[in-house]
Nanobody, 127 residues
Framework: QVQLLESGGGLVQAGGSLRLSCAAS????????MAWFRQAPGKEREFVAA????????YYADSVKGRFTFSRDNGKNTVYLQMNSLKPEDPAVYYC????????????????????WGQGTQVTVSS
């Protein structure tokens, strides 16, 4: 139905930057919410950022606010996560997710809000 493909992960030094991409196929996503989550070994999956499909408003976890930027290119059916000032606690597998409808603000950080998930891309931060 919908396929999400993440790319852009890799190894970067602390303080450096990476730009993650998530390309969607199967449907246009301009009206649907999308999000980034991450999961480190032995840790639960945690919310990173979300963008609403109708308004384009973005929301960020406190841990990344001011460092990460979520953007969308509707013409390419692609969303981006620009990650700056990476910290040693940021390494994880980052997952792109897409939802349906127009969920309310309070549930955008819930993994259960999203129907489609990518395979993840690894981000590693070195000291």
């Amino acid at each position: 139905q919908v396929q999400l493909l993440e790319s852009g992960g890799g190894l970067v030094q602390a303080g450096g930057s990476l730009r993650l991409s998530c390309a969607a196929s199967g449907r246009p996503f301009s009206t649907y919410p999308m999000a980034w989550f991450r999961q480190a070994p032995g840790k639960e999956r945690e919310f990173v950022a979300a963008i609403k499909g109708n308004s384009g408003s973005t929301y960020y976890a406190d841990s990344v606010k001011g460092r990460f930027t979520f953007s969308r290119d509707n013409g390419k059916n692609t969303v981006y996560l620009q990650m700056n000032s990476l910290k040693p606690e940021d390494p994880a597998v980052y997952y792109c997710a897409a939802g349906l409808g127009s969920p309310i603000r309070s549930v955008l950080s819930y993994a259960s809000t999203y129907t489609y998930w990518g395979q993840g891309t690894q981000v590693t931060v070195s000291s």
